[in-house]
């Protein structure tokens, strides 16, 4: 049955080479029909593979492997029926379309330029009305909740189907995006600390739905690995946008997925074929493009690009020219169809060859404008999200082709401006009523009004049972976790204790009350270690054996260093998620752990341990998202301060952290100096965050400088949680007198100055720990306005006023960070506040050479209180121009902020 007897280059070498190839396609294809007909999908596979190998053999590779042709993953005749009533539910997805519409168009009508999105729900009503109808559950005795991550900009389809199912109001709706009304209103986004009972996950920054989607799926496992929650069917869904995949952090973790088997996992990527200004991939497909992407990450792919208008025309492609047609189409050209002609579609798309244009023949060109895309089918939908939710071993990605503005007609469908829709004029209206069949009268609907049919309607009625049946509403959130069990006070005991003459860092201090808590009794379970590769940094090697690393394979390999005490030991029921080099990954764990008390009623105590550098402005989007997320936990900065850091220079010293921390609501951040101030802050944050269960975030920030821990002094507890007590009192009584306010390792260097200052110059110098300035901010701002909106009351003190009442002394602040933190609180010290911070970029060099170049060190704090004194008038020119000497004091030196 081969062509051997007419080889082109031989015997027949008259003919047409294009005709030859014609019939050499049809033979193979039908040697492949006749396998795929009497044999097993496997026995196709390897025939498939075979030819493969053969072809690369001889050097032919080929070009993307991990592309299967541009249709449909799930052919026709493997569909299932489709389980309920496709025309309650069509009737269901027009009334959620109009009201979504409805709250931009209004919103915008009443308060012009407060925005809003139509196009993107358009194209993905669809997706969510199968996922509402069938598939996402709402939690009950028999299923937890799935978690659904809903595309932030397609929220006003949420909220108008939430209107349909009577869980909101029209006055909700009607406050879409102006959440300052009398009675509140709709988020703009999703937002759980704006609307805590509904919205679970923060979606609407691009690129932290699919990370956070990713690490919560791995900690749902991690859960049920550690035996803290039962083995259920929980599934997680990201419902996401084609231009989102554009994100480095959409795609970085996708193999996280797939090394960890999530096939709790399922992304839902609406491949509208744009984004903000217009195609996602003009010149390419992005389907193709995101298909052979997560195909190589180990994802199971399922792409839904046709309706079912189109298997017919499939079917009869007999030579697969319809299908090079279609993959030869360029996603720009598409977007162009949507927006043109049966005609231009006829000419330009069946046109390309004999056989597709004769398909075309038998369509009217109205038929051809309405065939429709995957996306838009419920059927094929249905059947993509089934086979989604049943597949196992790995995570899915459903690849659903839609149209951006879908039903918007010549007010957007298709067309670049398209998202930034928020208007349509009254014919517009009216279109999309007819489009969608919404039974209003023209004048009624020109007024965009929010339709609900009656309750006993069978629209209604068959939503809410699904619902039911489904197990309830989403989106919902909720709060529902028991305060967990103070740790036996023994943990704190040792750091309270002090180190005696040992040299010791903080670091080691939070990781040693890290190994106490983790075996402590009433909280060790709930304890969550997350590193991005830095333990050996931070010297918690030593838990690794202790606690082990998890992995929900365990451990297949003999580990290297098995016969050391220390050894890198996986387990299934690990308890540190060693994520490897991936600060958004690890924000993301945080994430999902700090909030397992909503999403699993399972209280869950994160400690992330990071570079300090590598934190807040690298992750600083996914830090902000946690807050708006209410998770709880702590986040410990090691090898902080930029000169407290040795040797790694620019890249590496962190003398900011804290400024970006200072902007970010519900965020604790602190600067301990001492051990017995890490023990006070963790103790502290414990009992908020998860027995009084605030929605707090806790920053340490620690050192890797080693110095002898004091024992901590009595009554200093509230000063270090309030942000600052007094360290040293001065026993001089006689002189002029300072206060000089140290943070972290520069404490050290303000008590050096104080000697210096006490035995050379005779003056009093005491000496502050200042644990946060954040604190004494956010204890004088609201004094402050405390103090503005009560004119009529005694004024209030801050804190800083409290702690200097009727002392006069002029404050040097020094820290390792950069002088506009302290400068936030200047106002409230007595008389002028000098602030010595490290401004500019670090250097790598020892700390002493580097406090000297940041004018941080003993020296220049001790310069810094004798001229502050000399400009209060208490001491003499004379006086400071001998410490100029005295002191070394480079008044040449380079000004480190100008390198
Ligand atoms: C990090 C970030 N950058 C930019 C934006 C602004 N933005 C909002 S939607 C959007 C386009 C979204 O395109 P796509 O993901 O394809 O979603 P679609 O609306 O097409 O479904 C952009 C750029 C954002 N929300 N987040
Ligand atoms: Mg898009």
Known sequence: MFLTTIHPHSKISFMDKKKYYDIENREWLDSLDYIIENEEPERVQEVLHLLRVRAQKHGIEFMRPSNTPYINTIAAEEESPFPGSRELERKIKSLVRWNAMAMVVRANKESDGIGGHISTYASAATLYEIGFNHFFRGGDDKHPADLVYFQGHASPGMYARSFLEGRLSEKDLHNFRQELREGGGLSSYPHP???????????????????MAIYQARFNKYLEDRGLIKENEQKVWAMVGDGEMDEPESMGALTVASREDLDNLIFVINCNLQRLDGPVRGNGKVIQELEAAYKGAGWNVIKVIWGADWDPLLRKDKNGQLVRIME?????????????????????????????????????????EKLRRGGHDPQKVFNAFKRA????????????????????????????????????????????????????????????????????????????????ELGGFLPKRQEKSDPLKAPDDKVYKELLAGSGERDFATTMAIVSLLGKLLSDKNIGKRIVPIVPDESRTFGMDALFRKVGIYSHTGQNYEPVDKDSLLYYKEATDGAILEEGITEAGCMSSFIAAGTSYSTHSVGMIPFFIFYSMFGFQRVGDLIWAAADARARGFMVGG?????????????????????????IPHLKAYDPAFAYEVAVIVKEGIRRMFIDQEDLMYYITVLNEKYPMPKMPGGVEDGILKGMYRYRKSRKRSGEKVHLMGSGAILNEALRAAEILEKDFGLIADVWSVTSYKELYDNARETERWNRLNPDKEARKTYIEECFEGDEARCIAAHDYVKAIPMTVCRWF??????????????????????????????????????????????????????????????????????
């Not at 189409?329 to 060859?353: E, N």
């Not at 951006?404 to 014919?427: F, M, P, S, V």
């Not at 090898?639 to 902007?663: K, V």
Request: hydrophobic share 30%; charged share 30%; proline share 4%.
């Open 389 to 468: 939710a049943e597949h196992k071993g790995s995570p899915t990605v459903i690849l659903a082709k839609t149209i951006k503005g879908y039903g918007l007609g010549e007010a957007g469908e298709g067309r670049n401006i398209t998202h930034q829709q928020k208007k349509l004029n009254e014919k517009e209206l009216l279109y999309f009523r007819d489009r969608f069949g919404i039974p209003l009268s023209d004048d009624d609907a020109m007024k965009a009004p929010f339709y609900r049919p009656a309750e006993d309607s069978e629209e209604i009625k068959y939503l809410k049972k699904r619902r039911n």
């Open 193 to 211: 600390r704006l609307m805590p009972d509904y919205w679970q996950f923060p979606t609407v920054s691009m690129g932290l739905s699919p990370i």
């Open 639 to 663: 090898t902080s301060g930029r000169t407290t850091l040795a040797g790694e220079g620019l890249q590496h010293t962190d003398g900011h952290s804290h400024l970006n921390a200072m902007a």
């Open 328 to 368: 030869e189409t360029p996603d720009g050209q598409y977007q162009k169809y949507v927006a043109s002609s049966g005609d231009y579609i006829r000419k330009d798309f069946f046109g390309k060859s004999q056989e597709t244009k004769k398909l075309a023949e038998n369509y009217s060109d109205e038929q051809l």
């Open 830 to 899: 007595p008389g002028i506040l000098t602030v010595l911070g490290t401004d500019g970029f670090g250097r790598s060099d020892n700390r002493r050479a580097m406090r000297d170049y940041f004018e941080v060190d003993d020296k220049h704090i001790a310069y810094a209180a004798l001229h502050s004194l000399y400009l209060n008038g208490k001491v003499e020119k004379k006086t400071v121009k001998q410490a100029v000497k005295e002191l070394k004091i480079d008044k040449n030196k380079d000004n480190p902020t100008d390198i």
